[in-house]
Nanobody, 116 residues
């Protein structure tokens, strides 16, 4: 069964950095495009970044471009999101996502709070 488990969230001050991880299992990770989404209180879930199965093609939301980096380690079946220059507007629950066999799969989410 497809499983996605996020980790690495926490409290960070403005201007700080965090690295999120998503451990994947139950499917061929190395053949699958992956994404990070986030959802802030009172707002809709939004796409943050997407990476192709080899990691060559990467796309970012305008709000995070230049600050966040999505990357993957196919040998470890793990997806990452390196977040830098964080500001309070980045506060949200961050979710790992993939589409497999015509179905969408989500992790449980990890909370990121940016505050002084």
């Amino acid at each position: 069964q497809v499983q996605l488990v996020e980790s690495g969230g926490g409290l960070v001050q403005p201007g700080g950095s965090l690295r999120l991880s998503c451990a994947a299992s139950g499917f061929t990770f190395s053949n699958s495009a992956m994404s990070w989404y986030r959802q802030a209180p009172g707002k809709e879930r939004e796409l943050v970044a997407t990476i192709s199965y080899l990691g060559i093609s990467r796309n970012y939301a305008d709000s995070v471009k230049g600050r966040f980096t999505i990357f993957r380690d196919n040998a470890k079946n793990t997806l990452y999101l390196q977040m830098g220059s964080l500001n309070p507007e980045d506060t949200a629950t961050y979710y790992c996502h993939t589409r497999h066999g015509g179905q969408n799969y989500w992790g449980q989410g990890t909370q990121v709070t940016v505050s002084s």
